[in-house]
């Protein structure tokens, strides 16, 4: 792997996440949840970022942005789609733009639905992608901004990614979302052995994260809207893509 990744929580269930490049140095900082967390991660590491990659504007991603700018002097990137709303932005990604990051590169894919302008960061390289609150271990973001539909679709085009992608996500939120998952889908014995590994490491006090896009394809019930036995057991056997998934995204908000 070209990067090293320093993986700590911040808030109370928010994920902070340091990228290095071995080689140049290189470093980025993923969303800034909390300032504190933040610095003692880059106390213990040692390494020095000179990015922050910010994936959408709600307040628990963007909270240390002027902080660390004004301590590192680092370059902001964000969403060009709600970049009023990103405090100190210095670079508006969309759709596409490919960015060198010393050895490796990230390339930005727009992943609207949480909010309108939500970007997911991916390191093909490292095989490594962020996709904050549009992809969660085994459940997908709120949707604030955007329909479903526009969600699917998201969610589609990290699916298409390569199966043994890591994937970091916003939230530790995979229990709460494997209770979830399992209403909708109690008989996916793959789901069930997770729900079990995942309450193991909780019960240690250790992060459920990072998953692959293998693992959420086979279990994560938001990417299984084409899943015949999920269709069976909302009663939408008939029903169009859209249409479950917006039922599976309904079901979870009442959950
Ligand atoms: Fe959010």
Redo the contacts with the bound molecule.
Sequence with gaps: MVLEVEQFMCRSDNFGVLVRDRESGATAIIDAPEEAPILAAIERTGWRPNALLIT?H?H??VEANEALKRRFGLTIYGPAAEAEKIPGIDRKLSEGDEVAFGAESFTVIETPG??AGHISYHFPKSQLLFSA?TLFALGC?RLFEGTPAMMRNSLEKLMALPLDTKVHC?HEYTLSNAAFALSVDPTNEELKARAKLFEKLRAEGKPTLPTTIADELATNPFLRWHDPVIRKNIGMEEASDDEVFAEIRKRKDNF
């Design positions: 959408h709600h628990d991603h949480h909010t609150d973001g916003g």
